[in-house]
């Protein structure tokens, strides 16, 4: 992926300045960006598991946010984190989570269908 968020003060920039929502197994922060494309940053800690569940729980993310950023509102930066229940959710289950929490932040487009 191209626009992924990766230096430490972007992440802090949207965990302070940020609107947040959060499910049981992931919490979703979005600010507006100047860039003119969405940026996608994922913190999954250590606590989490070993690096086999860690990555597997960052690919499923990565791939929830490239079929549905079509659905989100461009130039918007995301950190998704996820949370201990991610460990053991299925991708359905982490799909709806993530969506719902797009949804509460107001960012998903009408009905899915690219703007």
């Known amino acids: 992926m191209k626009n992924t968020l990766k230096e430490n003060r972007d992440f802090r920039r949207l965990y302070t300045r940020g609107r947040s929502a959060a499910s049981d197994c992931l919490a979703v922060y979005a600010l507006h960006?100047?860039?003119g494309a969405g940026r996608l940053g994922i913190t999954v800690s250590v606590k989490l598991g070993g690096a086999v569940k860690r990555n597997?729980?960052?690919?499923?993310?990565?791939?929830i946010y490239r079929l549905h950023k079509h659905e989100i509102r461009p130039n918007t930066d995301l950190v998704v984190v996820a949370r201990s229940r991610a460990v053991t959710a299925s991708y359905?289950?982490?799909?709806?989570?993530?969506?719902?929490?797009?949804?509460?932040?107001?960012?998903?487009?009408?009905?899915?269908?690219?703007?």
Do not use: D, W
């Not at 982490?94 to 269908?113: D, I, N, S, W």
């Open 33 to 35: 960006n100047r860039y």
């Open 92 to 115: 359905a289950h982490m799909e709806r989570a993530f969506l719902r929490c797009v949804g509460q932040l107001g960012l998903r487009t009408k009905e899915g269908k690219p703007s």
């Open 56 to 63: 597997r729980i960052k690919r499923v993310i990565r791939e």
